[in-house]
């Protein structure tokens, strides 16, 4: 019986090295976005306001005609102007332009902008060289325990978030939320869920982990961004849904929401997000009932990792028709996307630290 080859150890101290790295340049596009906001708010802009009055509606309609930027005043104040996207809003009650996004307001703003931008994107290098190293390391999958699912999954959505930037996709009014969210991540990753790089227990050991858990990953990634769309969404419809009862939003949740693109553009866009993965969720799902059927002898059996799979399944699928269904676009829509996400979430964290079962094998 030929022996599991033990870690490389040099490889696996390469990849917690790489790992620290990308948190230290994370933390440093965290800076660079809040700066870029910072800076960003001296623009003075009001175009949903202007949107939803008369006035406004035409004025609008002029400025959508402009020129893609325009420079006003000094250099070192200059106000970016984007185009005005008119997006139609899901429940159908308004129509109101994006904001300029976070690569609006100021060109200092935009440049600490394009600077978080490439500190994430160094981040994003040196998080997936950790990825890889930590593979290396044990020349198998890197993501059979808690601690590798992490860094392999915070990984992937910043991967997918650059590149939606890349397709030109108006997603800069991601940045601050994903580089705080990925550094809490990483962090309960380094601390609460490390796990020495070793083998792979028998259970394991098999080509469908490289399959199914791979996959999971990227449908969680990705769900991740849905979530997160459907969170900026219920703040800038209430933004919007103030303006329209003609109340007067404080000047910094005006300066904040002005950034962000329309709620009927966030709505749609938390949609097609979780309507593009849940297909490969759906596979996900078959696959881990295939390997069950080869490791256990049987594909269902209603482990708590089963059950919870298949109520986030539910979820994902209930907001889906909900959302293709007139009576539940909008705010409950989103609502009902927060909960699946919240099942992907606890079928994580909840199932794998407080239940136990058949999936329990890995620990954290």
Not at 344 to 353: C, E, Q, T
């Amino acid at each position: 019986m030929q022996l599991a080859a033990a870690a490389n150890e040099s490889l696996a101290h390469l990849s917690n090295n790489l790992i620290y790295a990308s948190m230290a340049v994370y933390t440093l596009a965290f800076f660079a976005h809040i700066a870029e906001w910072i800076f960003g708010s001296r623009s003075k802009v009001a175009r949903t306001a202007a949107a939803l009055t008369s006035s406004g509606a035409s004025s609008a309609a002029a400025k959508a005609a402009a020129p893609a930027v325009q420079v006003r005043g000094k250099a070192a104040a200059a106000v970016l102007d984007k185009p005005q996207v008119v997006t139609r809003s899901a429940a159908g009650t308004r129509d109101v332009p994006d904001g300029p996004g976070a690569a609006g307001g100021t060109v200092q703003g935009d440049l600490y902008g394009r600077i978080a931008v490439s500190l994430t994107a160094l981040g994003f290098l040196l998080a997936a060289g950790g990825v890889v190293a930590r593979a290396m390391s044990v020349e198998r999958a890197p993501w059979g325990n808690m601690y590798e699912f992490s860094i392999t999954f915070s990984t992937v959505a910043v991967g997918t978030y650059l590149l939606l930037l890349a397709l030109k996709k108006n997603v800069r009014w991601l940045g601050l939320f994903l580089v705080t969210t990925v550094l809490l991540d990483l962090g309960i990753a380094t601390t609460v869920l490390y796990t020495d790089s070793d083998q792979l227990v028998p259970a394991l050991k098999s080509y469908w982990l490289l399959i199914h858990v791979s996959t999971a990953i990227i449908c969680g990634a990705v769900f991740y961004i849905g979530a997160a769309g459907a969170v900026m969404y219920l703040f800038r419809d209430s933004y919007e849904a103030k303006l329209v009862r003609g109340g007067k939003p404080g000047k910094f949740a005006t300066s904040v929401m002005e950034r962000f693109p329309s709620a009927a553009s966030l709505d749609k866009f938390s949609y097609r997000i979780n309507a593009a993965v849940f297909p490969l969720w759906t596979f996900t799902i078959i696959a881990g009932a295939i390997w069950a059927g080869d490791a256990w002898g049987r594909y269902w059996g209603w482990d708590p990792k089963e059950v919870w799979s298949f109520v986030t399944w539910v979820a994902y699928a209930c907001y889906l028709h909900a959302r293709a269904t007139a009576g539940w676009k909008g705010r409950k829509a989103a609502y009902l996307a927060l909960f699946a996400f919240a099942c992907w979430i606890w079928n994580y964290y909840g199932v794998n630290i407080l239940l136990s079962g058949k999936h329990s094998y890995a620990g954290v």
